[in-house]
């Protein structure tokens, strides 16, 4: 087995003069889920495009299983690609739509029919192997392009936002059949998405992507308890990190909306009266009774989910903050509380942006 399925090295493209794909490194270990997310236009399709032979690469090199890929035809780089439109010949049947790229390679008939079977059976679909893609719903759709992939035996699964034509309920659904099938299967897949949530729950290892650069590459607990950067800390989860403005103290300690707060930070590098940014996850909130560096906050809204209430509040100096509430009474709009922060959890940045804890 080789040690790494994918490996990008100094990856760059550009159309025309406007370089968009900045010289990415990255290595992809073999079977593993890797997910690239970003806002639109960070250059995450545009990537996995590159890796799939779709895009030509205007600089660096690409290796799949050790083996130079870069200017080889996607037909001859080992991987089998599902699109967000199902993409689909409407006038066959299932069968046929698994079976037409085999066919087109001039497979036996027996080993079209075994693989055939093999992927209908782990995707469930064997029922509707005689129906048409217009008799499917949208989630049996995706299963059918999916198990186009499947039966090509790649080396590489890639996925371009493959659940984003589906509504929420079976996106669920379908990310869950994607998680089993990448246990069952085992090969490399990387998986294009804007839907942090679809990122978190399905990779192995994030590549967080803005402008064509990486932000942060680790696994989904790394990139969420310990981001890189105010970029990172601001996009990845839902809701997001609050970011305080603030200002440095020394000693280890910042103002923070007219409170003082201690964090594990050391002077080296910044100088007393220094703006900084003090970051802070909802669930790492907690309503108490006030006192020593606690923040007060009035709630302008409160959103009951059952188990869990989000507090969306304003500080005094009219920053937003959102506060996660689990127990106790439930808390209304209107009502003022104060807010201490969990010790471990504090975060704080330069104002550049760069982590500093």
Same mark, same amino acid.
């Given at each position: ?19 968009v794909?900045h ?6 270990a073999?079977?593993?889920?890797v997910v690239?997310?970003g ?18 690469v205007?600089d &660096? ?10 200017? !080889? #035809?996607?037909? #001859? ?10 993409? /689909?010949y =409407? ?26 079977k093999?992927?209908?059976?782990? !995707? ?8 048409? =893609?217009?008799? !499917? ?6 299963r ?10 790649p ?7 493959? /659940?984003?034509? /589906? ?17 069952? !299967? ?6 294009v ?12 290892k ?20 310990? =981001? ?13 990190m ?11 300690r910042?103002?923070?909306a007219g409170?003082?707060?201690?964090? =594990? ?29 606690c ?15 989000y507090?969306?509040?304003?500080l ?11 127990? &106790?009474? &439930? ?11 969990d010790?471990?959890q ?5 104002? #550049? ?5």
């Open positions: 087995m080789h040690e790494t399925g994918v490996v990008l090295t100094d990856i760059r493209k550009s159309f025309g003069s406007l370089e794909i010289g990415i490194d990255l290595r992809i073999e079977g593993s889920f690239f997310v806002p639109s236009g960070c250059g995450k399709s545009t990537l996995l495009r590159m890796i799939a032979g779709l895009e030509e205007t &660096g090199e690409i290796e799949i299983k050790g083996r130079n890929v870069t200017d !080889l #035809d996607p037909s #001859d780089r080992g991987i089998a690609m599902v699109f967000q439109s199902y993409a /689909l =409407p006038h066959m049947s299932v069968r046929e739509n698994l079976a037409f790229g085999l066919k087109m390679a001039r497979t036996e008939t027996a080993e079209i029919e075994a693989r055939v093999a992927a209908s059976a782990i !995707l469930k679909i064997d029922h509707l192997l005689d129906r048409r =893609p217009g008799q !499917l719903s949208g989630g049996q759709r995706q059918v392009a999916i198990g186009r992939a499947i039966v090509r035996k080396d590489v699964f890639l996925f371009d936002e493959p /659940l984003s034509n /589906l509504d929420a309920e079976l996106r669920v659904s379908m990310r869950i059949e994607i998680a089993r099938l990448h246990r069952e !299967l085992g090969n490399t897949m990387i998986y998405t804007h839907d942090q949530t679809e990122a978190m729950t399905l990779a192995d994030i590549v967080v992507l803005r402008d064509g650069r990486i932000e942060q590459a680790g696994t989904p607990r790394e990139v969420y308890e310990n =981001p890189a950067n105010i970029f990172v800390a601001g996009f990845i989860g839902s809701p997001r609050n970011l305080l403005d603030a200002v440095w103290l020394g000693n280890g910042v103002r923070v409170s003082e707060m201690s964090v =594990p930070v050391s002077d080296e590098d910044l100088q007393i009266g220094e703006k900084v940014c003090f970051g802070a996850r909802p669930e790492h909130l907690f309503v108490t009774e006030g006192g020593e560096g923040i007060p906050a009035k709630v302008d809204f409160a959103e009951y989910l059952g188990g869990t209430q507090l969306y509040c304003q005094a100096d009219s920053q937003p903050l959102i506060a996660e509430y689990r127990s &106790g009474p &439930g808390i209304n709009a209107g009502s003022t509380i104060a807010l201490s922060v010790g471990n504090r975060r704080l940045f330069a104002a #550049d942006g760069r982590r500093l804890r």
